[in-house]
């Protein structure tokens, strides 16, 4: 059976974490250190934040990664980057 293609793209990426989460500081330092841009939004500090992450994930978890359409939620870093490599999303 032949491995379905996927082109590799980068997008915008948005990272709802909260400031004490660890997964939050380990899902920061994944990106970073592979040289993705995203936009951190502490969704502690900010309600409307929060309240976007609610309606865009169906949950209340961190780390929340948002990637165009596409939504990880509570999640690691071996999720993350199973996640990145599924839908192409390079740095």
């Not at 082109?7 to 997964?23: D, H, I």
């Not at 994944?30 to 969704?43: C, M, N, P, Q, S």
């Not at 990637?67 to 939620?73: C, N, P, Y």
Request: glycine content about 4%; overall charge negative; aromatic content about 12%.
């Amino acid at each position: 059976m032949a491995a379905a293609y996927v082109e590799s793209v980068a997008m915008e990426l948005t990272l709802y974490s909260r400031e004490w989460c660890s997964w939050c500081i380990d899902a920061k330092d994944y990106l970073t250190e592979r040289g993705y841009k995203f936009t951190e939004i502490d969704v502690g500090r900010d309600r409307d934040a929060y309240q976007e992450m609610v309606e865009l994930s169906d949950q209340t978890y961190v780390p929340t990664l948002a990637a165009g359409d596409e939504v990880l939620a509570n999640f690691d870093t071996d999720q993350l980057e199973a996640f990145l490599n599924k839908h192409g999303i390079v740095p």
